[in-house]
């Protein structure tokens, strides 16, 4: 709503406005859709116009000539002096740490995330190798449903950590990093959980479509799957537990955050737009 409350002023005082509501790829493009109303009835009156993905830009039909993608910037300083793996493990699953497998997802519980597939293809994975482990990271309005989902016998391998302050110290012990999306509702912009695990070198499996198709190349450094789709997901985990160079996986994400979703190449992007914004204004 911001820009929809900021318009009457900036026209009323001759204020350049920067509209940066485009954080998404909707997948209901209708007026039933209150992001994407509030996006038609703004765009004409922006000066300039955000998105944080090219997908969703040309979802919501923004005005090519005034529109630009800047991508998230992460601050890679988060990822130094993160605490030691070893204490990160032993304070998760004991003593018993030797040999695991560890596949992770960050991401709120809440219908636009695919947690249900997740649940169903760890339950899966767990009935023929006891070494993988499934880490659930955020919290939401859905989360005891979630958890209803996995059976008590198997608590002590799909675990719920909640919300963590110290989500990077905790991405750092993932042997993959998983972001499912419920493509029924909700299409990703630029998800900053997957740039997280590659900043940490981790391959990435995540839903196609969207601003996902921008981050995740399919082989490169992780695999896009098809929504919901519990096989494959399951199919791509296998392949990169067997795989001994899955590494080099990571290695590809964490190159392309250092050059693409450096928090100086956003902000320095900004500036740019602003001081060009100033020179008309002035002008």
């Known amino acids: 709503m911001t820009a929809v409350y900021s318009i009457p002023i900036c026209k009323l005082l001759n204020i350049k406005l920067l509209n940066g509501m485009v954080v998404d790829t909707p997948v209901k493009k209708n007026i039933f859709n ?13 000066n300039i116009v955000i998105g944080n993905s090219d997908a969703g830009l040309a979802a919501y039909k923004a005005p090519v000539k005034k529109s630009f993608c800047i991508y998230n910037g992460m601050d890679l300083n988060r990822f130094e002096n993160l605490i030691e793996p070893d204490s990160i493990r032993k304070e998760i699953f004991g003593n018993k740490t030797d040999d695991l497998f560890i596949v992770g ?3 709120a519980f809440e219908a636009r995330k695919d947690y249900k597939t997740f649940i169903d293809a760890a339950i899966v994975l767990l009935s ?4 993988f482990r499934f880490l659930l990271i955020g919290g939401g309005i859905d989360l005891n449903k979630i958890k209803s ?3 008590p016998s198997l608590s002590t391998k799909i675990i719920f950590l909640g919300k963590r302050s110290n989500v990077e110290s905790i991405i750092n ?3 993959v990093g998983i972001l499912l999306t419920n493509a029924k509702v909700h299409g990703e912009g630029i998800s900053n959980s997957i740039i997280e695990y590659m900043a940490l070198g981790k391959p ?5 479509g969207g601003g996902t198709n921008e981050v995740v190349f399919d082989n490169q450094n992780g ?4 929504a919901n789709n519990k096989n494959q997901l399951i199919e791509k985990i296998v392949a990169l537990m067997k795989d001994v160079n899955r590494n080099n996986l990571g290695k590809m994400g964490r190159k392309m955050v250092n050059e693409r ?21 002035k002008n």
Do not use: C, G
């Open 261 to 281: 979703f450096n928090l100086k190449i956003m902000t320095d992007y900004y500036m740019r737009i602003y001081k060009n914004l100033l020179e008309e204004h």
């Open 128 to 131: 023929f190798n006891e070494k």
């Open 149 to 151: 989902l996995v059976p």
């Open 204 to 208: 990435v499996i995540a839903t196609r």
């Open 223 to 226: 695999y896009l799957i098809e």
């Open 105 to 107: 997802m960050v991401a």
């Open 173 to 175: 012990i993932f042997d």
């Open 34 to 46: 209150k992001n994407w109303l509030r996006a038609q009835l703004t765009f004409p009156f922006s």
